[in-house]
């Protein structure tokens, strides 16, 4: 049988059939294919995020991370400093804890008619409940979320309110010696998720091994956490904030601190550096008091400031970085690597202590700066551009949080929290 049209059907028949293959294989794998989110990268509304303002990346991730200080302890100064006052508590021991079963971990699949009833009338609340627990150190803080922007959230320290809160904010440091007595003793719900706040180093403060599984969330310093909060952060100015005048300066290097231990780095690290330059000292391992008054009027005066952390840890950037920033002094940054700096500040906005080999190399620097008013005043380029802001310790930790629960209603835990903070 013959068809004289066959041959001008080949290049059709041919052409129908590679498209079909390739609608095949694209419907077996376009759930592989990723597109860009660019929405990440916008954080709270800001038109634009460079790296040292894109701390809240990690709140819009779906899913949990891989875990996934020193404290201010004057809550009626939230910007006092921490080597300012000490905080006993600090230095306690956690003691062991023996026997203890965490409350039940619900599913997130509601099946029962009183689930349902409970669910629904959780949904039906005009405002997202975050109960506080406990308040950090027993320092209350206002209830109030609209200073950040943040509506619709109810912050409260009702304890009556469990079975409707959304979640359930617990401060680590609170829990560490009486277990039994600060965790609720109902299970958990299944439309609620309990927070994990802390603010101490790993050194600081204690894993808890019985809670290890206990928790959906975390929220910390560390960026990685699912409602990271920083010590401090970056805004851009606006037209109701002041130009940015310099501080009369008469001192070059100035360090202000309390918790003394002959074996942390920042201690080692200054004994090698004052072999080469003057630093003025101030604070109680210097026997030399010094009130929150002083405190700012001393680093508004110095051109340099110690910014040394007391232990090294991933995020761990504390108020000593951000508050010398804002008093128009020059951080000399001790702690974890520039490139965690870097996600922070500009790059530009301080020296780390590894920019140099020795403590000798980073006197001479600076020395040669107390010299060079020209590349000294460099320093401060991002003042025209942004300005330093405090967070507010525990108000805002419990305000992120309600931000975060509004947005993300899937189910989530932390499988190992010990490995991912301590580990």
């Given at each position: 049988?013959?068809?004289?049209?066959?041959?001008?059907?080949?290049?059709?028949?041919?052409?129908?059939?590679?498209?079909?293959?390739f609608?095949?294989?694209?419907?077996?794998?376009?759930?592989?294919?990723q597109?860009?989110?660019?929405?990440?990268?916008?954080?709270?509304?800001?038109?634009?995020?460079?790296?040292?303002?894109?701390?809240?990346e990690?709140?819009?991730?779906?899913?949990?991370?891989?875990?996934?200080?020193?404290?201010?302890?004057?809550?009626?100064?939230?910007?006092?400093?921490?080597?300012?006052?000490?905080?006993?508590s600090?230095?306690?021991?956690?003691?062991?804890?023996?026997?203890?079963?965490?409350?039940?971990?619900?599913?997130?699949?509601?099946?029962?008619?009183?689930?349902?009833?409970?669910?629904?009338?959780?949904d039906?609340?005009?405002?997202?409940?975050?109960?506080?627990?406990?308040?950090p150190?027993?320092?209350?803080?206002?209830?109030?979320c609209?200073?950040?922007?943040?509506?619709?959230?109810?912050?409260?320290?009702?304890?009556?309110?469990?079975n409707?809160a959304?979640?359930?904010?617990?401060?680590?440091?609170?829990?560490?010696?009486?277990?039994?007595?600060?965790?609720?003793?109902?299970?958990?719900?299944?439309?609620?998720?309990?927070?994990?706040?802390?603010?101490?180093?790993?050194?600081?403060?204690?894993?808890?091994?019985?809670?290890?599984?206990?928790?959906?969330?975390?929220?910390?310093?560390?960026?990685?956490?699912?409602?990271?909060?920083?010590?401090?952060?970056?805004?851009?100015?606006t037209?109701e904030d002041?130009?940015?005048?310099?501080?009369?300066?008469?001192?070059?290097v100035?360090?202000?601190?309390?918790?003394?231990?002959?074996?942390?780095?920042r201690?080692?690290?200054?004994?090698?550096?004052?072999?080469?330059?003057?630093?003025?000292?101030?604070?109680?391992a210097?026997?030399?008091?010094?009130?929150?008054?002083?405190?700012s009027?001393?680093?508004?005066?110095?051109?340099?400031?110690?910014?040394?952390?007391?232990?090294?840890?991933?995020?761990?950037?504390?108020?000593?970085?951000?508050?010398?920033?804002?008093?128009?002094?020059?951080?000399?940054?001790?702690?974890?690597?520039?490139?965690?700096?870097?996600?922070?500040?500009?790059?530009?906005?301080?020296?780390?202590?590894?920019?140099?080999?020795?403590?000798?190399?980073?006197?001479?620097?600076?020395?040669?700066?107390?010299?060079?008013?020209?590349?000294?005043?460099?320093?401060?380029?991002?003042?025209?551009?942004?300005?330093?802001?405090?967070s507010?310790?525990?108000?805002?930790?419990?305000?992120?949080?309600?931000?975060?629960?509004?947005?993300?209603?899937?189910?989530?835990?932390?499988?190992?929290l010990?490995?991912?903070?301590?580990?």
């Open positions: 049988m013959s068809c004289a049209a066959c041959p001008s059907l080949r290049p059709f028949v041919f052409s129908s059939v590679a498209v079909l293959c609608i095949g294989i694209f419907l077996m794998y376009r759930s592989d294919i597109y860009g989110n660019f929405g990440i990268y916008i954080g709270q509304g800001n038109p634009f995020c460079p790296a040292f303002l894109c701390a809240e990690a709140q819009t991730k779906d899913t949990h991370p891989t875990n996934s200080t020193e404290l201010h302890n004057n809550q009626s100064n939230p910007t006092n400093s921490t080597e300012l006052h000490n905080n006993q600090n230095q306690e021991d956690p003691g062991t804890i023996t026997s203890l079963t965490p409350p039940t971990i619900q599913s997130s699949t509601i099946t029962s008619p009183t689930q349902k009833i409970q669910a629904a009338a959780v039906a609340e005009p405002d997202t409940i975050v109960l506080i627990w406990m308040y150190f027993g320092f209350a803080f206002p209830l109030s609209t200073v950040f922007n943040i509506s619709r959230c109810q912050l409260t320290d009702d304890k009556t309110l469990y409707k959304h979640g359930v904010l617990f401060h680590h440091r609170d829990i560490n010696r009486q277990l039994v007595a600060n965790i609720p003793k109902m299970p958990r719900l299944p439309f609620q998720k309990w927070v994990w706040f802390n603010m101490e180093s790993p050194a600081n403060s204690h894993p808890i091994s019985e809670l290890n599984q206990a928790y959906n969330l975390t929220c910390n310093y560390r960026l990685d956490s699912d409602i990271p909060v920083p010590y401090g952060y970056m805004e851009p100015l037209s002041e130009s940015f005048k310099l501080p009369a300066k008469d001192k070059l100035c360090w202000i601190v309390s918790n003394w231990n002959a074996r942390f780095r201690v080692e690290f200054y004994n090698e550096l004052k072999k080469h330059v003057e630093i003025h000292t101030y604070g109680s210097f026997g030399k008091q010094v009130n929150n008054e002083d405190y009027k001393i680093i508004s005066t110095c051109k340099f400031y110690l910014s040394f952390e007391n232990s090294i840890y991933t995020d761990y950037i504390t108020e000593k970085l951000f508050r010398p920033m804002r008093l128009g002094t020059v951080p000399i940054a001790l702690g974890p690597s520039r490139q965690m700096y870097e996600e922070h500040v500009p790059r530009d906005s301080f020296i780390h202590f590894q920019d140099f080999s020795t403590a000798k190399e980073l006197a001479e620097r600076l020395l040669y700066l107390d010299q060079k008013n020209t590349e000294y005043m460099r320093f401060f380029n991002w003042t025209s551009k942004f300005k330093v802001k405090d507010d310790f525990g108000r805002e930790h419990a305000c992120q949080t309600c931000k975060y629960l509004q947005n993300h209603k899937e189910y989530q835990a932390v499988k190992d010990n490995s991912w903070f301590w580990g």
